[in-house]
């Protein structure tokens, strides 16, 4: 009798153990879930929460949405709502580690006139992406067989990401985005006969990736993403000045770590900023209030904050150097092209003046115009 109840304490022992390894299993199988893939996708379905919807969609964090959702409509028009064929919207999103998954559909026909004025935003809308380079990114029009209608495109298997409107006739517009779901099996809603003829294999790690669109063999392309320089852009004055769009004009070239982040204490000077195909340049001349004028020496001296060295010798002020000639590679440039790069902050501490300065490959032209920034030996610019 003992041993039998001894034997039945032991089995349940057993069970317990065996029920409680399951349960710890499970609950580090979710919490990777969890972590990895965002937990289960966050579905909604009906027109009547369409703009609410799109409205998360445009303010999630950055990286959580890496579009602006330049072809859909801020507003399904009330014409819409007339029509024998009725709005229909759905929306997929997980947040998964890392990269956003995505799907979104929009399928609206509109009255005469609603579609019309659809056509030309569509035809008319564009990116501009930085004040500092004025040229312009356009949905791109294809016509081709690739597609079973015509299409506005905003991202062309750039990021494992598609973006398009479809013109369908009948004043009926497809809306589409995807992101990372890169089999037709995967899509829940659109339907396959709106996707391009090489969905699947555009999307492959080889030809879907991030940065194929710097690829000039590659057919990749995302209107959202700065384009490779090309061109001449220039600007003039204080009120221009700012950093962020400075950065992303030399993007992979130079932080301007040396520049200012904000000129808001600057009491009077001067800005100028010339960038060309192979060459550019940036100069800041800025006075400052005493106290100003040493808290910013003060960041200039600090190592860790503007990595520079100072130099009493080389030009006609005392400076702090960043870069006095190096060759720095461009990594965003798929060539991975060179670039000759001076930078610095000359010191007028009589009158509590910084003059900043930033040469790419300079030219002589770009020497002349900043002759007065430039080191007593012009011959290392050669």
Known sequence: MLEKKGFKIAIGILAGLVVGAITVIAAIYILILVIFFGGPPKVTKGIEKYEQTMKENTTREYGKARTEFLTFPNKVPESAFEQESKPVFYNSFQDTWDDPTYEVYLKCQYSDEDYQSEIERLSQSS?????????????????????????????????????????????????????????????????????????????????????NYLDEKSTAYNIYQPPMYKGHSVSYGLKSYN????????????GLLVFPKDISSVKDGYFKYSRDDDSGYVTLEAEYSEDDYKAEEARLKDKEISYTTFDADTYEYPAYVLFDGEEVTNFEDPSESTNKVFEYALMDSQNNRISYVLLINPTARDLRENDKYLAVDRSIYQ
């Open 127 to 211: 990116q501009t992406y930085t004040k500092y380079d004025d040229r312009e990114k356009k949905l791109i029009y294809d016509n081709s067989d690739r597609f079973a209608h015509p299409v506005y495109i905003a991202i062309d298997h750039n990021d494992y990401s598609y973006e398009y409107a479809m013109d369908l006739g009948d004043n009926s517009i497809a809306y589409i985005y995807v992101a990372y779901k890169t089999s037709e099996k995967s899509l829940k809603k659109i339907p396959k006969e709106y996707l391009p003829t090489d969905y699947e294999e555009s999307l492959t790690l080889e030809n879907g990736g991030y940065s």
């Open 243 to 254: 950093k962020v769009e400075l950065e992303n004009a030399f993007a992979g070239i130079s």
